[in-house]
């Protein structure tokens, strides 16, 4: 019913930039926050970045001040812009979102499959 679709990651240099992109589609009524996790192998899923509806954003201590989200309503779409990138933010990125349903009202949380950012010479 909804679908969210990652896309933007890919093999940087230390030092660089890439953007992520996350388009929800499907069965939506209204979208709550977006936002972005992350997982590298042997740790836990983080919080990177999240973004309400009223444009209130968060992020994670790790990225503040090197990483921008910022969304697209009207296409429902969410960016993570990533720069000074550092080996230590390789990992899976995965999109996620807070969704309401038509009709029903009903609220549910929706991830992406992922896309990998790897940061390395």
């Known amino acids: 019913q909804v679908q969210l679709v990652e896309s933007g990651g890919g093999l940087v240099q230390p030092g660089g930039s890439l953007r992520l992109s996350c388009a929800a589609s499907?069965?939506?009524?209204?979208?709550?926050?977006m936002g972005w996790y992350r997982q590298a192998p042997g740790n836990q899923r983080e919080l990177v970045a999240t973004?309400?509806?009223?444009?209130?954003?968060n992020y994670g201590d790790s990225v503040k001040g090197r990483f921008t989200i910022s969304r697209d309503s009207a296409k429902n779409t969410v960016y993570l812009q990533m720069n000074s990138l550092k080996p230590e933010d390789t990992a899976v990125y995965y999109c996620?979102?807070?969704?309401?349903?038509?009709?029903?009202?009903?609220?549910?949380?929706?991830w992406g499959q992922g896309t990998q950012v790897t940061v390395s010479s």
């Open positions: 973004i309400t509806s009223s444009g209130t954003t």
């Open positions: 499907g069965n939506i009524f209204t979208i709550y926050a």
């Open positions: 996620n979102s807070r969704i309401s349903q038509p009709t029903s009202g009903s609220v549910f949380t929706y």
